[in-house]
């Protein structure tokens, strides 16, 4: 009879850990594969509502060593091609995740603040989310983390076009 409990146990806890690591990689959140066209449509739309789009090649002291990209509070984007080493599936995730950055800087222009997130009754998911993509929480302040999650999360399941529409929505003229 003991033998069996060990066995029963055993079986049991190789079911449960084996569920756990189905549910987690159930959950894996798809990155967006790099299609040139989407991403230039992309950048395309983000001049039509008033983005200023920068490189380390227009401006190259602003790229640092480890730098993606930036983008800021008014409309101006960065993106620092060359810090990508020829990794387009990277820089196309950059480029995703600073405009939806810019979404979030127009958004708050429009309700009185610096920045504001473009969902917040997901920032939990959001929060989930970015653990599960090795959000470098020692890089950013308590403050940051809900913004930094949804930018990362959004840049992994939105496709160009869905960036875009946020876009138009939030900075839209």
Known sequence: MKLFSRIAGATLAATCLLGAASAVSAHHIPRQPY????????????QRVGVSIFTDK????????????AANARNQLLICITNHNDNTQELADTIRH?????????KGRRVGATSALLY???????????????MPVDQYTPAQ?????EA??????YEEEQIAAVLRRECGK
């Open 35 to 46: 299609v040139a066209t989407e991403t230039m449509m992309l950048l395309e739309e983000a």
């Open 58 to 69: 227009t401006t190259p002291k602003a790229c640092k060593e480890g730098l993606f990209g």
């Open 98 to 106: 600073e405009l939806i950055h810019t979404a979030q800087f127009c």
């Open 120 to 134: 917040p009754e997901l920032t939990d998911e959001a929060l989930q989310g970015a653990i599960e993509l090795h």
């Open 145 to 149: 983390y809900a913004m930094e999650a």
């Open 152 to 157: 990362r999360v959004l840049a992994q399941i």
